[in-house]
């Protein structure tokens, strides 16, 4: 038995009967009714996969049955019954929205064959409902984590962008999730059944990357075997992310532009056009307008790619996010891990807050997986959080002792600004955090002159 359930309407006892025999062998659910309005009100009432309806009732016709149907939006496939004279009306019901006709008297082979189709037909609606929604679902911002003002005020930004085909610029430091915001903007945009492409300028040499971007024919350069398509042709509906945006050297910098303005590109090594209507996000975690000022980035270009920018704020400037983001990462590496860990202690979860985080949310998720990795334990607490928070923390090698003086007192001012930089900046942003930025109040709570305490934020760059 399955869960499809079907109605059968038709003022014929014996084709009624009949039916519901042959169907309720194949496993449905099936029930009947004996005249139109008794179907029609069994359909208003209860939920049916498919009804095999009669075309005509006495008092009212199966087309009029149809056109309520789909007026009171009630979902249900629908195969009228026929008799040989009235094809005609079996059209006209097609046009209403039914799915298929059977001609009567029909076979036990031709019943079971249109409610087949009918089954498959409704199968493949259903998975392409269901496939719209995961992707309009796909990216409800439910990948990037944050409660705070300025990640409210970035989401509000990009519902009102993505929609357009402006361009954006997504600026901020390394590790803060350029890409997932890039993702975002095209989930919400009209682009987002088409493809998504991410490249990382950084990554290619310039004679490479102008063939990563346009593609080239065979023959255009040694090792070019055959003609490649470029990224550019590949999301030509879609979007192209281009991270780290400043590597581009001057000549692809030139080429690019012209894309922008046109959207017209050649392939390496070819004399002809191609068009592309590509949307471009671009991303960056350096000063455009100082390499702009210094001659290394087209200015051109730079008010090209900043239509619409966007600054992605560090980890650092929204501590408020870190503990739900700490979770979230610690759900995902608990399941990877098949392990079941509580969650954070109070103190450790203090420490992951204060902490500066220059390697932002990338160094968090890191973090949070080394943490689930070495935990035997039901609760991460602060021991275990200190044990695994540093990635370097074995003995320098033989080779990295110093062997003079100087050496030694650089070793010096390095491990103390990568080992207690960090415990010092925390230290800071916990007293202020507890004098609600009064640094009057948080440098006498910690028992310093108020000079040496702002002197100590200076150095850490901490602004309140």
């Known amino acids: 038995m399955t869960d499809s359930k079907i109605l059968v309407v038709d003022d014929e006892p014996t084709i009624v009967s009949g039916c519901k025999m042959i169907l309720a062998e194949q496993g449905y659910q099936v029930e009947t009714c004996l005249s139109g309005r008794e179907g029609l009100k069994k359909l208003q009432t209860t939920p049916f996969d498919l009804v095999l309806l009669d075309i005509q009732f006495p008092n009212i016709s199966g087309i009029d049955i149809l056109k309520i149907l789909k007026q009171q939006n009630i979902n249900v496939t629908v195969v009228v019954m026929t008799g040989k004279g009235t094809i005609e009306n079996a059209v006209e019901a097609m046009k209403s929205g039914a799915f298929d006709f059977i001609t009567k008297p029909f076979s036990e082979e031709q019943l079971i064959d249109v409610t087949t189709k009918a089954f498959e037909s409704l199968k493949l609606i259903k998975e392409n409902q269901n496939l719209k929604k995961q992707l309009y679902d796909a990216f409800d911002f439910n990948n990037i984590i944050g409660q705070t003002p300025e990640i409210q005020k970035l989401f509000e930004k990009i519902q009102r962008v993505a929609p357009l085909d402006s361009t954006v610029l997504l600026n901020g430091e390394s590790g803060t999730g350029k ?93 002809s056009i191609k068009k592309t209507a590509a949307r471009v996000v671009a991303a960056t975690n350096r000063d455009l307008t100082k390499m702009v000022d210094q001659g290394i980035f087209r200015e051109d270009l730079f008010y090209r790619l900043n239509v619409f920018p966007l600054h992605i704020p560090p980890l650092r400037e929204r501590c408020r996010d870190i503990p739900e983001i700490a979770y979230h990462f610690l759900k995902i590496f608990c399941h990877k891990a098949h392990k079941k860990i509580g969650g954070f202690s109070d103190d450790a979860l203090g420490a992951l807050v204060n902490f500066d985080w220059p390697g932002n949310v990338r160094q968090l998720k890191n973090v949070v997986e080394r943490l689930v990795i070495m935990c035997d334990a039901q609760e991460l607490d602060y021991q275990s959080l200190m044990d695994n928070f540093q990635t370097d923390s074995h003995p320098p090698e033989s080779s990295a002792i110093p062997t003079n003086l100087e050496d030694l007192k650089t070793a010096k001012k390095s491990l103390l600004k990568d080992r207690f930089g960090p415990i010092e900046r925390s230290f800071l942003r916990q007293a202020l955090d507890d ?30």
């Open 435 to 464: 004098a609600e930025g009064n640094i009057s109040h948080a440098a006498r709570s910690v028992g310093m002159q108020r000079s040496n305490f702002s002197a100590m934020m200076k150095k850490h760059d901490i602004h309140f």
């Open 179 to 271: 890409e997932l915001f890039a993702q975002a903007i095209h989930d919400k945009s009209n682009r987002s059944k088409a493809l998504f492409l991410a490249v990382d300028c950084s990554t290619f040499a310039s004679t490479i990357m102008e063939s990563e971007l346009f593609g080239h024919v065979k023959g255009a350069f040694t090792g070019a075997d055959g003609k490649k398509q470029g990224i550019f042709e590949a999301a030509s509906q879609g979007t192209l992310f281009l991270d780290e945006i400043a590597s581009l050297d001057m000549d692809i910098q030139g080429k690019l532009l012209r894309v922008l303005e046109t959207g017209e590109y050649k392939p390496v090594g070819s004399s």
